[in-house]
């Protein structure tokens, strides 16, 4: 899978007295589109220390901070990571846990890849048995429709609108923040504010 700059895949946003600010993890990429996710490796390895600080400046008021603080500073501050995709990974997997998600997790490399990205993605989709591939909405404009259905594969574009609102600090309300900034505001109820697709 490949790397996109000026994308999620390494920068999120929180939300400030100030308003939105995005924290980005500064990797070393050659700007073109051909780098696989994988091979995209962290430049700068105190990254975790200044995000967290910056966390703790703007959410050591919310009402959960206190409950999650001690795991969330654990996995910056101690994160030595060099590549981006273990450092998402460690990530993913503990805010699954946290919010009682059991997906399972694997890497692409788990599987044995065809040429073509949709034929890349239904390989895959075969290989763990799914019947259905669940996209963002910005994949139909890549995303061959016809081999899906070919290979009687449902596929779902993922839709981001319909969460309800929480009580955030700093208003007015931003859904596109990070998921803790749902954490640190509404602590065990956050599974609540989350879509079930």
Same mark, same amino acid.
């Given at each position: 899978?490949?790397?996109?700059?000026?994308?999620?895949?390494?920068?999120? =946003? @929180?939300?400030? &007295?100030?308003?939105?600010?995005?924290?980005?993890?500064?990797?070393?990429?050659?700007?073109?589109? #051909? !780098?696989? @996710?994988?091979?995209?490796?962290?430049?700068?390895? !105190?990254?975790?220390?200044? /995000?967290?600080?910056?966390?703790?400046?703007?959410?050591?008021?919310?009402? $959960?901070?206190?409950?999650? %603080? %001690?795991?969330? !500073?654990?996995?910056?501050?101690?994160?030595?990571?060099? /590549?981006l995709?273990? @450092?998402?990974?460690?990530? @993913?997997?503990?805010?699954?846990? +946290?919010?009682? +998600?059991?997906?399972?997790?694997?890497?692409?490399?788990?599987?044995?890849?065809? &040429?073509?990205?949709?034929? =890349?993605? +239904?390989? +895959?989709? =075969?290989?763990?048995?799914?019947?259905?591939?669940?996209?963002?909405?910005?994949?139909r404009?890549?995303?061959?429709?016809?081999?899906?259905?070919?290979?009687?594969?449902? *596929? *779902?574009?993922?839709?981001?609108?319909? $969460? =309800?609102?929480?009580?955030q600090?700093?208003?007015?309300?931003?859904?596109?923040?990070?998921?803790?900034?749902?954490?640190?505001?509404?602590?065990?109820e956050?599974?609540?504010?989350?879509?079930? #697709?």
């Open positions: 899978m490949q790397f996109t700059r000026r994308d999620w895949r390494n920068r999120n =946003r @929180i939300k400030t &007295p100030h308003g939105p600010q995005w924290l980005t993890i500064p990797v070393n990429s050659k700007g073109n589109y #051909r !780098e696989a @996710i994988r091979s995209i490796t962290v430049s700068d390895p !105190e990254w975790g220390v200044r /995000h967290w600080r910056t966390l703790k400046a703007n959410y050591a008021a919310a009402p $959960y901070f206190s409950q999650f %603080a %001690a795991r969330f !500073e654990q996995l910056y501050c101690d994160c030595t990571d060099s /590549h995709s273990v @450092i998402n990974y460690k990530w @993913i997997a503990l805010l699954c846990n +946290i919010l009682g +998600i059991r997906t399972k997790l694997t890497w692409s490399a788990d599987y044995a890849l065809d &040429p073509g990205p949709t034929e =890349r993605l +239904i390989g +895959i989709c =075969r290989q763990a048995g799914a019947d259905t591939y669940v996209s963002g909405p910005s994949a404009a890549y995303l061959d429709g016809a081999l899906f259905e070919a290979a009687k594969i449902n *596929v *779902v574009y993922f839709d981001y609108a319909g $969460y =309800r609102e929480y009580p600090l700093y208003p007015p309300f931003d859904h596109q923040v990070t998921v803790l900034d749902l954490l640190f505001n509404v602590g065990p956050a599974p609540r504010y989350l879509l079930a #697709r």
